[in-house]
C-alpha cells in the first residue's frame, strides 16, 4: 500500500524482486500517484491504481463487516471511510496498522495466488524460490523472515509473513479490540483532532499506532492448529557490511575495501572475488531438529511492543553449545526450535532479504544513487559514515573509486547512531508530552 509520493528506495526494491519472478509478484495498491506508475520496476510488479479514497474505502469496508467484503452502507462504514481518507492523507504510516488485513482487504486482487504477505518498501530481494522450499509452503500456515539468529523472538515480521490465503487466516485480525469498527473509528477521530491542534506526526503516531507485530502476532499464534515458522533468513541492518545484489543473490560483503566487493566479470577472474560465501549455499538444507522449548515473557527486549506481547524462547532452556537460535516452529499450540548443532541450517554470508530502515534512518542523511534501471544484473548498497550517505549503486568499480572507498567503523558508528537517536528522541518526547495532556 502506498499513500502520497514514493521513498526512492521502493525503486530498489520493485527491481530486485524481479529474481523471484517464477514464484512472487509484488502488488503495488496506489492512489492515483504518478511517481509510483512512473517507477521503473521488474516484468513481476504490478501497481493497482485504486484511484482517490479508494485504499480508504476498501478498509472501512473490512473493518465494517468483518468476514465478508460486501458493503452494508452503513453509516459506520461511511463515518470510518471519511476519517481514513484524512488521516490516511496527511499520514500515510497509519497504512501500517491496516496491513495485517491485507489478505481480506486486497481479496478481489488476491484470487490467483496460494498466499501472500505484507511487506515494506526499504527492502532489497534475493531470489526467493532458493530460500522457500514447497513443502515449507504446504507444511506452515505462515512463514515469517526474521534476522539471522534472531527467531527466539516469537513475533511476526512486518517485512514478510507469508500467509497462505484462506478466509480462516485472511480475517484472523478483525478478532482483535483495536480493529473493532468503533475503536477504530474512535482512534482516526483522536488523529483528526490531534492534527488539527497541530501536534506533530511522530508524537501522535507513537502515542496512537498500534503495531500490528505485537497483539496480532500473539493471537495468531493462540489459534488452535495454526502452524508457524519463524526463520532467519534476513540480513540486519545494524550490521555494517556492504550488501551485494548479483543476479538475484544477495550477499554480505566481508572484504576490507569496499571496491573488493565488486563481483569481477573477466573470465580470468571466474568471479572470484572478495567475499565469504556459505559453503553450502544452493543445496538443499538438512531436515529440521526440532526439540521443543520454554516460552516466557521476560527479558525478551522488544520493547516497541506492549509488555504482554513480548514473548520469546526461554534463555535459561539454551545451552550454550546451542545459544542461536534460527528457526522456530509451532506445531499444535506448542513452540519448538531447530538445533543448529545436529542439523546446522543457518546461514550468515547469504540472505533471502535486506531491510535497511537503520541504514537509511539512522545512519544516513542523504541518498547517492544511480538510477536502478530494469535489466540491472549486480548493484552494491554500503554506507558511509565520514559523509553519513547511503550509496547504492551497479558494480562498477570506477564509482567506488569515485567515492573515495569510504570504510565503515564500529566505533563511529556508535558515536553517530546514539547521537541521533538520542537527538530524535528528546523531541519526540517533548512532543508525547504535549499529547498526552491533549488526549
Known amino acids: 500500500m502506498a499513500g502520497e509520493g514514493a521513498p526512492i528506495y521502493l525503486g530498489w526494491s520493485c527491481l530486485s524482486v524481479g529474481a523471484s519472478k517464477d514464484m512472487f509478484d509484488m502488488l503495488i495498491f496506489h492512489e492515483d500517484n504518478a511517481i509510483i506508475e512512473a517507477l521503473p520496476c521488474a516484468t513481476n510488479v504490478k501497481k493497482i491504481n485504486l484511484h482517490a479514497g479508494g485504499l480508504s474505502k476498501l478498509i472501512a469496508r473490512a473493518v465494517a463487516n468483518p468476514r465478508s467484503m460486501k458493503t452494508s452502507g452503513s453509516s459506520k462504514e461511511r463515518k470510518l471511510e471519511h476519517l481514513l481518507s484524512h488521516v490516511l492523507g496527511k499520514m500515510p504510516f497509519f497504512l501500517a496498522q491496516f496491513k495485517i488485513g491485507s489478505g481480506a482487504i486486497f481479496e478481489e486482487y488476491l484470487k490467483e495466488y496460494t498466499h501472500w504477505t ?44 507469508l500467509h ?14 483495536h480493529m473493532q469498527v468503533d475503536n477504530v473509528i474512535s ?33 495468531v499464534f493462540s489459534v488452535p492448529g495454526v502452524s508457524v515458522l519463524i526463520a532467519g533468513r534476513m540480513f540486519s541492518d545494524k550490521s555494517l557490511k556492504p550488501v551485494v545484489w548479483n543476479s538475484g543473490d544477495l550477499s554480505r560483503c566481508v572484504c576490507g575495501v569496499i571496491r573488493q566487493c565488486i563481483p569481477r566479470q573477466e573470465p580470468q577472474f571466474d568471479n572470484s572475488y572478495c567475499m565469504v560465501r556459505d559453503s553450502n549455499h544452493g543445496n538443499a538444507l538438512p531436515p529440521i531438529n526440532m526439540q521443543e522449548e520454554e516460552v516466557t515473557g521476560e527479558d525478551c527486549g522488544m520493547n516497541w511492543l506492549a509488555e504482554q506481547y513480548r ?7 539454551l545451552s550454550s553449545s546451542r545459544a542461536v537460535i534460527n528457526e522456530a516452529i509451532l506445531l499444535e499450540g506448542k513452540w519448538h526450535s531447530n538445533n543448529e548443532i545436529v ?13 535497511f530502515r537503520v541504514w537509511e534512518d539512522d ?5 547517492d544513487t544511480q538510477s536502478m534501471r530494469p535489466g540491472t544484473t549486480c548493484f552494491i548498497m554500503y ?57
Not at 513443502?135 to 512486518?158: H, Q, W
Not at 483528526?192 to 507485530?213: D, L, T, V
Not at 553517530?416 to 523531541?427: E, T
Open 118 to 161: 505484507y511487506s515494506d518498501p526499504d527492502i532489497i530481494w534475493s531470489d526467493l524460490s532458493m530460500w522457500l522450499s514447497p513443502s515449507e509452503l504446504v507444511d506452515y500456515d505462515i512463514i515469517t523472515m526474521c534476522k539471522i539468529a534472531d527467531a527466539n523472538r516469537l513475533f511476526l515480521r512486518g517485512q514478510f509473513a
Open 164 to 177: 497462505q490465503n484462506r478466509d480462516s487466516l485472511n480475517w484472523l485480525w478483525t478478532d482483535l479490540s
Open 187 to 219: 482512534m482516526m477521530t483522536t488523529t483528526q483532532m490531534a492534527m488539527k491542534r497541530g501536534i506533530p506526526n511522530n508524537a501522535i503516531k507513537r502515542m496512537i499506532f498500534i503495531s500490528a507485530e505485537g497483539a496480532y502476532s500473539q493471537h
Open 311 to 317: 514473548h520469546c524462547i526461554s534463555p535459561k532452556s
Open 343 to 355: 542439523s546446522p541450517r543457518l546461514r550468515k554470508q547469504v540472505g533471502a532479504m535486506f531491510h
Open 363 to 367: 545512519l544516513s542523511n542523504k541518498v
Open 383 to 439: 554506507v558511509s559514515l565520514a559523509d553519513a550517505t547511503l550509496y547504492v549503486h551497479e558494480c562498477d568499480p570506477q564509482l567506488v573509486k569515485e567515492r573515495n572507498n569510504a570504510m565503515l567503523s564500529k566505533s563511529t558508528s556508535k558515536k553517530i547512531v546514539y547521537g541521533m537517536i538520542y537527538s530524535h528522541r528528546k523531541k519526540q518526547l517533548e512532543d508525547m508530552k504535549e499529547l498526552a495532556t491533549y488526549i
